[in-house]
């Protein structure tokens, strides 16, 4: 691990990217991704085995529950290697933002239950906690009986995951609940959204029955959770921004018009070199906010809305200019360009939109 906040990955880590790059580059090509996106599930669950072969499903989680124990910096390469290649699977919801919670706040009964079962890939997790999702639920009860109601949009692979942690008003404050995804009261169908890569859910409960996550209020402990989910969310950005840089280049070097390559004209040059500008930048701010997650949690409250939003629009921005530079292929259904703004957008709004984090940060710096 790294001893400082500087991004830098060590041997290991590199090691790490390297082998997840050559796993998912003869795993998961975009032709294969195109396929996994249409099927009803939104991933491959054969892959998702694998996966918790290979030890990325646990690489976070504490060794005692079956996991490798790695801080952040392992889930940040695995995540900006997905967004390389815009890997249709449900790591985000489950690895990074479930496991997290449930080994923060669980009972040992809990824990014992849902990790190990994550781990090995047979147990998969939805969050609808702030910004995670747009909605709003309440509870009621007392001790370990608890009902929820309450109804959500946009839930990460809430059509299928197995338990989905909510977010719900009691008369104490907002506490976590955990919901089994078959229990009575609860339903669950998936939305029809522009970046089929992303899977997402409308969530209904009605007197749902549901376990509590943690004995307190939930704020501070969700906002953290969204702030890693920023994170992972940024590095897979960065992936896919630099992506997008590749892609235009290589073809500004084979595409010719007036005898010569479309890359020497200064337009294309120019449009070329911002572009980089733009995905160093983000990777920059990326990588720092992955450090602190792993080294300094003060900072991570101002360089996640930092990373989130430059992110954003670094994204967005290498995707449209990478279908400017393809010309009338670029828009074709047949061409790749279109999936990667498509997960730009839908990167660009997931956990709050640019103008929404520039605000967290006015507000985190104490200027609102």
């Given at each position: 691990m790294p001893d400082d906040m500087s991004g830098a990955f060590t041997e290991e880590q590199e090691e790490l990217r390297r082998y997840a790059r050559q796993w998912l580059d003869e795993k998961a090509p975009l032709e294969t991704v195109r396929k996994i996106s249409e099927?009803?599930?939104?991933?491959?669950?054969?892959?998702?085995s694998e996966l918790g072969e290979l030890g990325w499903l646990g690489i976070a989680v504490g060794e005692s529950y079956g996991g490798s124990g790695f801080g952040f910096m392992e889930l940040a390469v695995l995540a900006e290697e997905m967004g390389r290649t815009l890997y249709p699977s449900p790591f985000l919801s489950t690895v990074v933002l479930g496991a997290w919670l449930v080994e923060r706040l669980g009972t040992e009964e809990q824990r014992s239950e849902i990790l190990p079962a994550l781990v090995r890939g047979e147990h998969r997790l939805a969050v609808t906690a702030g910004a995670a999702a747009v909605g709003d639920f309440a509870a009621r009860?007392?001790?370990?009986?608890?009902?929820?109601?309450?109804?959500?949009?946009?839930v990460l692979d809430g059509h299928t995951a197995h338990t989905i942690v909510v977010e719900a008003a009691t008369e104490a404050g907002n506490r976590l609940f955990l919901i089994d995804g078959k229990a009575e009261g609860l339903d669950?169908?998936?939305l029809s959204v522009m970046d089929l890569t992303r899977p997402q859910a409308e969530i209904t409960a009605t007197e749902v029955e549901a376990s509590p996550l943690g004995e307190a209020s939930a704020d501070d402990v969700v906002a953290q959770a969204l702030d890693r989910a920023v994170a992972a969310l940024a590095m897979e950005q960065v992936g896919g921004a630099q992506a997008c840089l590749d892609m235009s280049v290589e073809y500004a070097k084979v595409r010719h018009q007036f005898g010569r390559p479309i890359g020497s004209?200064?337009?294309i040059k120019h449009m070329c070199a911002d572009m980089l500008t733009a995905v160093e930048s983000a990777r920059s701010a990326a990588y720092h906010l992955a450090g602190a997650v792993d080294h300094d949690p003060a900072e991570v409250a101002v360089a996640a809305p930092v990373a989130k939003s430059f992110c954003s629009e670094a994204y967005e921005k290498a995707a449209g200019d990478t279908i400017q530079i393809h010309g009338g292929i670029g828009f074709t259904w047949e061409h790749d360009a279109h999936l990667y703004l498509k997960r730009a957008k839908s990167s660009a709004l997931l956990f709050g939109d640019a103008g929404y984090h520039r605000a967290a940060l006015a507000t985190r710096l104490g200027l609102e």
């Open positions: 099927t009803a599930e939104g991933f491959d669950p054969d892959h998702w009860g007392e001790g370990s009986n608890w009902v929820v109601s309450g109804h959500a949009r946009f669950r169908r998936p004209f200064q337009a």
